[in-house]
């Protein structure tokens, strides 16, 4: 079995059409349908139903497809292992966060990373978290970044510690509390509250808090993207439980301002997470170095 026909598997899994697969692998149709055939032959099970012009896997190929991709990432793994144990002079960082860390908290050590290995070329994928674990899962990312409410303690992996992100009020400048350092929940129940959807991890995670509370907000929102949520309150337009690492330059500018809740601090844990056993690229391991110190 030769990683050739793993990958016309694999791709042809995906686009579910002879001609376009072979576009994307820079095959001739014929040649395509040759591997599908030999791979076919070498485990003595159809892959794929044809009808017409239409292809579908088969139930064999529907399992056969999370391992042939976990042998194509391991085989990429690998290859990029090597190809990086030269004073890390060529390979790619392949990493994946959620949009607030990826946003927010890692440009700073893209920057020096790239600094010290200009000649690593730098993949971060930024998606939800159940995407990023599933990647995660694939080993078609090497460790990943989330808050400590998304995965919780398991054989499965190695978490670490990243930093702790505190969440905070955030008010516009026209709003009645804009300066005051502190209120109460049930101060601002009446305000709109704009925030991520409900199904959401941070939602989930604050809905917690706030029914610990016995409390809720009447009025919401619903924006899924954070910087959007970010900009409504600047113009505002509503309030919002934003990490105060979002905010930085707006609390400077004196665009808003950030204030504590009398109940409690909200504080959440940011993690590094990758698959316990793993090896992980020199590039990995060196951005994980840089990131601790």
Excluded: W
């Amino acid at each position: 079995m030769d990683i050739d026909k793993i990958e016309s598997f694999v791709t042809l899994a995906e686009i579910k059409h002879f001609a376009k697969a072979s576009e994307v692998l820079y095959i001739s149709q014929p040649a395509l349908s040759k591997r599908i055939q030999a791979l076919e032959d070498e485990l003595n099970v159809p892959l794929f139903n044809r009808i017409g012009k239409k292809i579908f896997l088969t139930v064999q190929g529907e399992y056969f497809k999370k391992y042939a991709e976990e042998m194509l990432a391991s085989y990429y793994n690998a290859r990029e292992y090597i190809k990086q144990i030269e004073n890390l002079e060529h390979g790619t960082l392949n990493f994946g966060t959620t949009n607030f860390i990826g946003v927010y908290l890692m440009p700073e050590f893209i920057s020096k990373f790239h600094n010290k290995y200009p000649k690593i070329e730098i993949n971060m994928v930024i998606n939800s978290s159940k995407n990023i674990l599933n990647m995660l899962h694939k080993n078609q990312l090497e460790f990943i970044f989330l808050s400590d409410y998304i995965v919780e303690e398991d054989d499965y992996y190695v978490i670490k510690k990243y930093i702790d992100d505190n969440l905070k009020l955030i008010v516009g400048n026209k709003h009645r509390l804009f300066g005051q350092k502190s209120c109460s929940l049930f101060d601002v129940a009446d305000d709109l509250y704009i925030t991520k959807e409900p199904t959401s991890s941070q939602s989930k995670f604050l809905d917690k808090i706030f029914k610990k509370h016995n409390f809720d907000f009447n009025n919401k929102l619903f924006i899924s993207h954070q910087e959007a949520i970010k900009e409504s309150v600047i113009n505002n337009i509503g309030i919002s439980i934003l990490s105060v690492n979002s905010v930085k330059r707006e609390l400077e500018s004196g665009l808003v301002t950030a204030l504590d809740f009398d109940e409690e601090d909200i504080q959440r844990e940011i993690q590094y997470v990758y698959i316990k056993n793993k090896f992980l690229t020199p590039a990995a391991n060196e951005f994980i170095k840089l990131i601790s110190e």
